[in-house]
């Protein structure tokens, strides 16, 4: 973790609203200790309900919103960015140009079917992990198949479960850390950071899905206030099954 200078402060717990490949050209170089991400997988999903998302049809931020992410991640650290298996060369491209080194790739089973072909029902997300630099082991390595429960997706079409990124944050990232999710949709990887004492950045294009992050990082906040006394640490927030 680096020294923090005013202007990186501005960035810091904070839901920001816009196009991250501008709001990441104002951050600081090597200011961030962990990304996870989760961009459009450049598939033109639609949910059932009809709900859809942004950029999910192009990929001209591609290449420039992996570059910044690569920019603002601190020397030796690590990226964890989920991807869609049909546009695989197209992800892996961008991350090689700017700068990232794939050293894992990590599936996500779910207990659930979001969709059937005639070949497969699709049961599993998944994710590369990329390095910048060197990285060293920070909490132990974690198993390359993980659960990913369900949440039911009523702040967002593709919202991830909370309780199934912090086991991530952990092995990737220190208390203090600074995590950030350049494509936060509802803002599920910011309250995993916030519930295990991470500083979160935030970015999201969409004015209700940031709305939405930002309100319910505020739910999160006033919980751990509430809570938190010797006896109610923030370990008995995140292990309870509630959703957050
Ligand atoms: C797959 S969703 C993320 C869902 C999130 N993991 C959650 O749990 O809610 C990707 C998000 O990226 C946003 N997005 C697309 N292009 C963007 C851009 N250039 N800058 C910031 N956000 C963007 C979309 O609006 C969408 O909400």
């Known amino acids: 973790m ?46 059932r309900t009809g709900r859809t998302l942004q950029n999910d049809t192009n990929a001209d931020w591609l290449r420039p919103a992996m570059k910044e992410a690569c920019r603002v991640l601190n020397n030796n650290r690590l990226m964890l960015c989920f991807y869609g298996w049909p546009r695989a060369e197209k992800f892996l491209e961008a991350w090689r140009e700017a700068g990232f080194r794939p ?8 207990s659930y079917t979001t969709k059937a072909t005639e070949f497969l029902k699709y049961q599993h997300e998944q994710a590369y992990l990329l390095a910048k630099g060197r990285p060293a082991m920070i909490g132990g390595p974690v198993a390359d198949v993980q659960r990913l429960l369900y949440t039911g997706n009523k ?25 950030l999710d350049a494509f936060c949709g509802s803002g599920s990887t910011c309250a995993a950071a916030l519930l295990t004492g991470r500083r979160y950045i935030g970015i999201e294009l969409d004015n209700d899905y940031q709305s939405a992050a930002s309100e319910r990082m505020t739910r999160i906040r006033e919980r751990i206030a509430r809570r938190s006394s010797p006896s109610f640490p923030t370990e008995c927030i995140v292990s309870t099954p509630r959703r957050a």
Request: net charge positive; charged share 20%; with cysteine.
């Open 2 to 47: 680096q020294v923090t200078n005013p202007t990186q402060r501005t960035f810091f717990n904070r839901i920001l609203q816009g196009d991250c490949i501008e709001i990441m050209r104002q951050m600081p170089a090597n200011s961030v200790d962990f990304i996870l991400t989760d961009p459009p997988y450049l598939v033109n999903f639609r949910d």
């Open 103 to 110: 050293v894992g790739h990590l599936v996500f089973r779910k």
């Open 155 to 179: 702040l967002h079409p593709t919202q991830k479960a909370v309780m199934s990124l912090i086991p991530i944050i952990r092995a990737y990232s220190l208390p203090g850390d600074v995590v």
